[in-house]
C-alpha cells in the first residue's frame, strides 16, 4: 500500500472543500499555467473567478464578506496549488493582505476593502521591500510626508509580489523617520486613476514565471489621512511584526506540499522510465532515496500539522513560525534536489513538473525572511 501523508487537522468537509479547490484548478488553472508563465502573470479574469467560487479570503468572517472559515481553509487551497507547482495566483499574498485589515484596520477600511478582495474584484500586495534594503525593514526609505488631510508617498518598491494586477497595495513607509521602527507606518493605495503610482517592470526571476512580481514608484502619490491603516501613526512595525508567524506558516505548508507533489511525480517518473532492461524504480539506490524522501516528508507533516493546530488555537509563536519556514524551506530545496537526480536529463526540462518545481523552489529561503533571519529569531528565543 503506498504511503499515505495525511493530515491531523482534516476532516471530511474539508476534504469535500479539496474536490472542489481541485476541480477548480483543473478547469481553470492547469490550461492557462503555460500562457501565464510566457506572460508573466495570470490575467484579473483567474482572480474574479476563484473570487465567484468561493476560494479567496476563505479564513475571512463572513461578516466582512469572506468565507466564514478558518486557516485549514486556506492551508488546502495553497497546499493543492503547490503540489502542482501553479504559483501565478499568489492567493497567499492576497490573503496575508486580508489579515492586516481583519487585525490592523478600521471598521471603514475592512467594509472598504475585505468584501472585494474576497470576491476577486480587488488583487491584494504589501509593499516592503525596496532596491536598497532586504530583511532589514527598520531601513526603509519611502517616506509619506503629512500634508493637511493627506500623506504624499514618495519612494520605490521591488520584489512585489502581485504588483502587475494588484488594486490595493499595502505600503510600509516612514512617516516620522526620526523615530525609527517608531516612526514607521502602513499606507493603504488603490492603484486605479492613482496620480503619480507606476508600475515599473514584470521582473525576469529565475522561478515563479506565472507570478507577476513588480517594481512600483510612488511619486508625490497623495492617499487621504483616512488610508493610515489602523487610523494612527507609527503602528506599522508592530502590525508586521505581528502577522509573520501567519505568512511563515503558510511558507512552511507550502514547502511541505510541493515536497509531497514532487515525490509523487518521482514515483511515477521511476516507475514508467526504463534503464539497463529494468525500471528505475527496481535500482536500489533509487528506492534508497525515495525511502530518505518519505521519511522526510512524513516527520515534517507532524511537525506543519502540530503548527497548524497551533495557529487554530491562536498559540503559535513567532519562532516556532520561523522554526516551520526554515525547516519547510530548507527541507523542500533537498527533497526536489533528489528526486529531479532520478529524472536524469528530463528532470532539467521545463516540460516536466520536477523542473518548474525545482527553481521555483529557490526562493522559499529568502522571501519571508532569510534561513539566516530565521535562525537568528529562533536563537534569540532560546
Known amino acids: 500500500m503506498p504511503i499515505a501523508f495525511r493530515r491531523s487537522w482534516t476532516d471530511p468537509d474539508l476534504e469535500q472543500y479539496r474536490d472542489t479547490v481541485v476541480r477548480f484548478i483543473d ?3 492547469l490550461p492557462g499555467d503555460e500562457a501565464a508563465r510566457k506572460q ?44 502542482r507547482s501553479l504559483t501565478g495566483m499568489n492567493s497567499s499574498v492576497h490573503s496575508i493582505v486580508a489579515h492586516y485589515f481583519l487585525n490592523h484596520g478600521t471598521e471603514d477600511q475592512k467594509r472598504r476593502y475585505l468584501p472585494r478582495m474576497a470576491r476577486g ?23 509619506a510626508a503629512r500634508d493637511g488631510d493627506h500623506y504624499v508617498i514618495n519612494g520605490a518598491k521591488t520584489f512585489i509580489s502581485n504588483g502587475f494586477l494588484a488594486g490595493v497595495v499595502l505600503v510600509v513607509c516612514k512617516t516620522d ?19 503619480g503610482y507606476r508600475v515599473g517592470r514584470l521582473l525576469d526571476k529565475m522561478g515563479l514565471k506565472a507570478q507577476d512580481t513588480s517594481e512600483l514608484f510612488f511619486d508625490e502619490v497623495r492617499v487621504p489621512a ?10 506599522g512595525f508592530y502590525q508586521l511584526m505581528a502577522d509573520l508567524p501567519y505568512e511563515r506558516l503558510i ?6 506540499a510541493a515536497m509531497e507533489g514532487a515525490y509523487e511525480a518521482t514515483l511515477q517518473y521511476v516507475r514508467e522510465r526504463k534503464a539497463f532492461g529494468q525500471a528505475i524504480a527496481d535500482f536500489q539506490n533509487t528506492r534508497f532515496k525515495l525511502a530518505e524522501v518519505a521519511t522526510e516528508i512524513q516527520v515534517g ?50 516540460e516536466y513538473l520536477i523542473a518548474r518545481m525545482y527553481t521555483d523552489a529557490r526562493i522559499q529561503r529568502i522571501y519571508g525572511g532569510t534561513s539566516e533571519i530565521m535562525k537568528e529569531v529562533i536563537a534569540r528565543a532560546l
Open 121 to 143: 474584484e480587488m488583487v491584494g500586495a504589501i509593499a516592503m521591500t525596496e532596491p536598497g534594503t532586504g530583511s532589514d525593514l527598520q531601513g526603509i526609505r519611502t517616506r
Open 251 to 256: 511558507i512552511g505548508l507550502t514547502a511541505l
Open 301 to 350: 507533516r507532524a511537525f506543519i500539522d502540530r503548527c497548524v493546530e497551533l495557529l487554530l488555537r491562536g498559540e503559535l509563536d513567532t519562532a516556532t513560525a520561523s522554526m516551520a519556514k526554515l525547516w519547510g524551506s530548507e527541507a523542500q530545496g533537498r527533497v526536489i534536489d533528489t528526486c529531479l537526480q532520478l529524472f536524469g536529463g528530463y528532470g532539467y526540462m521545463n
Open 226 to 235: 483616512s488610508q493610515l491603516l489602523g487610523g494612527q501613526e507609527g503602528q
Open 177 to 195: 523617520p526620526a523615530k525609527g521602527a517608531a516612526g514607521t507606518s502602513i499606507l493603504i493605495v488603490e492603484t486605479d486613476h492613482c496620480p
Open 27 to 29: 478547469e481553470h488553472m
Open 40 to 83: 508573466g502573470h495570470v490575467g484579473h479574469a483567474l482572480w474574479r473567478k476563484a473570487g465567484e467560487t468561493g476560494l479567496l479570503c476563505t479564513d475571512i468572517p463572513e461578516a466582512w464578506g469572506g468565507g466564514g472559515g478558518d486557516f485549514r481553509h486556506e492551508a488546502v487551497l495553497y497546499e493543492e496549488m503547490a503540489r
